[in-house]
């Protein structure tokens, strides 16, 4: 009976690690989300934006779910929810990806969705100047 015990926290405890060593993930990382239209990836509002509000929006009070339960505590694409999905969400900390992604296509997928993907739209939930509150949280706080 207690070696059955034993097996079984090892196998939990194996699974943890394998998931965790995944969570880490690529950098460059792969992006199915298409490109913004041109005027809408040159627009950047983030000098009048509060990232501090934008950090509740990302932690707790974007709907139907915090931003943080797909793309993680850190930034880094690995919150719980994200694991199950693919393609993965963005991993805001990949430099080598995020070099091409302006605050404008943020705010354009943040507010439109990225179809195809689990990223749902925002627009309805969120104000514009919300959006752009989470735009400068990410790029202040992770984006290089
Ligand atoms: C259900 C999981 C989920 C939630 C919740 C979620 N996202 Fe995403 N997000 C994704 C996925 C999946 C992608 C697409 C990754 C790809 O392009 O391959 C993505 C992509 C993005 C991108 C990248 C756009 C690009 O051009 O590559 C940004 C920015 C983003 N999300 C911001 C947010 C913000 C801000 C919130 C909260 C308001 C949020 N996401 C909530 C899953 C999620």
Not at 20 to 33: F, I, L, M
Not at 96 to 111: C, E, L, R, W, Y
Not at 127 to 132: F, L, S, T
Request: aromatic content about 6%; overall charge positive.
């Amino acid at each position: 009976m207690k070696k059955v015990v034993v097996i079984s926290i090892l196998a939990v405890f194996s699974f943890f690690v394998v998931s965790a060593a995944y969570a880490g993930g690529k950098c460059p990382q792969p992006r199915k989300t298409k490109a913004a239209p041109a005027s809408a990836e040159k627009m950047d509002k983030t000098d009048k934006a509060d990232a501090a509000k934008g950090k509740a929006i990302y932690e707790k009070t974007a709907k139907p779910m915090a931003c943080k339960m797909c793309h993680g505590d850190k930034g880094d694409g690995a919150g719980k929810l994200g694991a199950a999905l693919k393609p993965k969400p963005r991993d805001f900390t990949c430099a080598d990806t995020m070099k091409d992604i302006s605050a404008g296509q943020m705010f354009h997928v943040i507010k439109n969705g990225s179809k195809g993907t689990g990223m749902v739209a925002h627009g309805k939930s969120l104000k514009d100047d919300q959006i752009w509150d989470v735009v400068k949280y990410i790029r202040s706080t992770w984006v290089k």
